[in-house]
């Protein structure tokens, strides 16, 4: 199975080495990176089994920002292939199915509780509430139609989402941001590599 991680943060930060570690270590196959700015038109990945939409710095609602995605876009609307969307992955995600992006007064920082909403197998292993990292600024205030949503809390009303049909979730936390306190984002990471190994 072969994984590209899609770098949507701003060169040269340190998320996307945390990201690409973390990955490495729940899967035990190909792990690549690709610059999300170096993605083409019609580019089908066709050696490629997972996608995976990292975090940003970018702000969706800025000016000309999901403009510069939109070959990202149309490739997360039409693959068939697995797909997670985190944080800014999750509202790309969410933009390309048509969802407005809403901004908080203040950016969103640190752990908070996530209540799952129905049973999923992305949530083996974890409880109706867990603790995830949260950064972020922007939010999706509705599920994308054809997506289900899987998780709420009280600061953001679209938590997890998944599709309906295709292997596409959609995680608005950073679960590679965990630690031995806080264990749900690994095991969320692992569960969606395990998912997505059923559709490779």
Known sequence: MRTLIIDNYLPNSPQIEKLYDVICNVTVHTVEVKEASTINAGEDFKYIDVLVLSGSQHKLTESG????YTNL??????????????????QLLCMAYG??????DKALEGYYMVHRL????????LGDRFVVTQSHLEYIEEVPYDFIKLAESPNCPVEIIKHSVL???????????????????IALLENFFKIASWYT
């Open 65 to 68: 920002v999901y403009e510069a």
């Open 73 to 90: 876009s149309d490739i997360i609307k039409t693959t068939e292939k697995p797909v997670l969307g985190i944080c800014f992955g999750h």
């Open 99 to 104: 969802e407005d992006i809403k901004v908080y």
């Open 118 to 125: 129905v049973e999923d197998e992305v949530f083996e292993g």
């Open 167 to 185: 292997p596409k979730y959609g995680f608005q936390c950073h679960p590679e941001r965990f630690d031995d306190k806080h264990p749900a984002g």
